[in-house]
């Protein structure tokens, strides 16, 4: 028989990795401060269409920007960590779900054990 477990993928951290890591956060926090900017564009456009309540089209928007930028200050303090980290830590990357085979005589212990895949700069290092 087959079960369905979940596994966790852990990255350990190199030069390179560190570099893509680092420039996704870059990438992901650009992304979201050009949507604030975009927000902010169409709050104008739709304050001046006065076709909405000002109060309530202010605090939507208003609160949709404050989600990205709790999501900024997320990916700053991100990025604060990856610089201090050591090279050679592991980084829970995902965690994934795979088919584990159940025979009779099996140590149930040993099958629902935590297992864990190392992935260094993309390459399967290790399964624990």
Known sequence: ????????????????????LLKKFEARKQSLQQECEQLR????????????SPLLLK?????????????????????????????????????IQALVEV??????EEVMAPKTIIIEDGIVKEIR
């Open 1 to 20: 028989m087959k079960i369905i477990q979940t596994v966790e993928v852990k990255q350990i951290l190199t030069e390179e990795s560190k570099a893509k």
């Open 41 to 52: 564009f169409e709050l104008k456009r739709l304050e001046k269409a006065k076709k909405h």
């Open 59 to 95: 605090q939507h928007f208003e609160k949709e920007i404050n989600d990205r930028l709790e999501k900024v200050k997320l990916l700053d303090f991100q990025i604060e960590q990856l610089h201090i980290l050591p090279l050679g830590s592991e980084l829970k990357e995902r965690e």
């Open 103 to 108: 025979n009779i005589g099996d140590k149930w």
